[in-house]
């Protein structure tokens, strides 16, 4: 089966970039390509030791893409000795795929934006679909020769926004999207359901921002919703339009990078940004504003 036809179905949902997407098919079909690099990034840290896709190297959010004094990202030092050793140099296509409908997926994907890496796709389905569709998982951790990459500076200008400039955001009556459960939102609860309810001393939203959790994205496979329907949950439902200057917000940035996705490659919004800081650095924050309840 050619890559254009494995392609079809994914470009037959009218993303505005569905280049960026590509299916388990094609995936099984390029686990030996030399070319491409498949990169598992999960929330839970167990999962690729017991089993990942073959050749798949591994990815961990907190271990490799933070830095590990300071809450921020890894420089560019750092992100050239994480592409070497993984084996990869800027022409080498990274597919990412991970746990969680692909919310670590993306957010590695949104890390390596900052670094320029654009040559990047993402998985539709993530480990989930993989699994359902009972492809094989190994334990055999792969080994690749190290490069020498040399990334540009990061560049946190375009796809990322921190916290003063939320609240210039805010002010300004832009647009912002919490991604998280409505009960984070409303501040019944800190965390979602099923997590412990801690990180932040405040519960609530931001003022003025939308709830539109990161999950109506996807279908029960884990797999991206049609154009159409997502068009229909955030210009219909929420009033976005592809012009707006848009920032998405969860708890650390995880889910939001998710929506960032969404609306950036999906959709082809031009200015979303994603605040990584999220409410674990707004509900903690001095005098930052807080609203409580749903909005009618």
């Not at 890559?3 to 590509?22: M, N, S």
């Not at 999960?42 to 798949?56: K, R, T």
């Not at 990061?154 to 991604?179: E, N, P, T």
């Amino acid at each position: 089966m050619s890559d254009t036809t494995l392609l079809h179905d994914i470009a037959a949902r009218g993303y505005a970039k569905p280049d960026v997407l590509v299916s388990t098919e094609w995936v099984a079909q390029h686990l030996n390509d030399p070319a491409v690099r498949i990169i598992e990034s999960n929330e839970d840290m167990l999962l690729y030791p017991s089993g990942h896709v073959m050749n798949a190297v591994q990815v961990d959010w907190a271990a490799d893409l933070n830095d590990p004094l300071r809450r921020d990202y890894l420089d560019k030092q750092g992100f050239d000795a994480l592409a070497s050793r993984i084996g990869i140099t800027p022409a080498t296509t990274v597919v990412f795929y991970g746990d969680k409908n692909n919310w670590w997926a993306t957010y590695a994907f949104w890390v390596f934006q900052l670094f320029g890496h654009t040559n990047a796709k993402v998985m539709d389905g993530g480990r989930l679909k993989w699994e359902k569709e009972g492809r094989l998982l190994t334990r055999d951790v792969p080994r690749f020769a190290a490069t020498a990459y040399n990334a540009p500076k990061r560049d946190d200008s375009r796809i990322r926004i921190f916290r003063d400039d939320v609240l210039r955001h805010q002010a300004a009556g832009k647009k912002m999207i919490d991604v998280r459960s409505p009960q984070e939102f409303s501040g019944e609860r800190t965390h979602m359901p099923e997590y412990p309810q801690e990180g932040t001393l405040r519960a609530g939203h931001i003022p003025s921002a939308r709830s539109i959790p990161w999950a109506r994205a996807a279908n029960v496979d884990g797999s991206f919703r049609s154009a159409d329907e997502l068009r229909a949950i955030y210009e219909k439902e929420n009033g976005l339009s592809p012009g707006d200057d848009v920032l998405t917000y969860c708890r650390i940035g995880e889910r939001s990078s998710h929506t960032w996705f969404v609306l950036t490659y999906l959709l082809g919004y031009l200015h979303v940004r994603n605040y990584d800081g999220s409410w674990t650095e707004w509900g903690n924050a001095v005098r930052s504003p807080i609203k409580l309840g749903v909005d009618p």
